[in-house]
């Protein structure tokens, strides 16, 4: 069962829906169904990554609206971690065409991966 979020992002006062990701089918259907995709790997009780969420949700909104975010509990879909050697929190994933592009791990650089979504995301969508 896939569960749809409606995510407010305090930061500039903006709504984005986002799905959360449970199982492993959830994730290569999700894959298979976006051209592009974020997979924001964390905790609830990670203080890093509930920092880092919000500006990421806008970060996708504002520069880059054809890729869905998804988030994914490392503590309730450890499968879905382990399947992506994601053992740290937070960690994220950008696929481009179902194949791992970008990946970024604990202190993340907000201008970092806007520079580097933006390279590919032109290409495949523009």
């Not at 202190?107 to 991966?113: A, E, K, N, V």
Request: proline share 5%.
């Amino acid at each position: 069962m896939k569960l749809s979020v409606l995510y407010f992002c305090s930061i500039k006062n903006t709504k984005m829906e986002f799905n959360t990701v449970t199982t492993l089918e959830e994730f290569e259907d999700t894959l298979n169904e976006n051209m592009g995709v974020l997979f924001y790997f964390s905790t609830i009780s990670c203080n890093v990554g509930e920092a880092l969420e919000p500006k990421v949700l806008d970060l996708l909104e504002n520069n880059f609206p054809k890729i869905p975010f998804c988030f994914v509990d490392m503590n309730a879909s450890p499968e879905v971690s382990a399947k992506n050697n994601v053992f740290v929190e937070p960690t994220i994933l950008v696929f481009f065409d179902g194949k791992e592009t970008i990946r970024k791990s604990r202190i993340i650089s907000i201008p970092d991966l806007s520079n580097a979504i933006s390279r590919i995301y032109k290409l495949a969508f523009e």
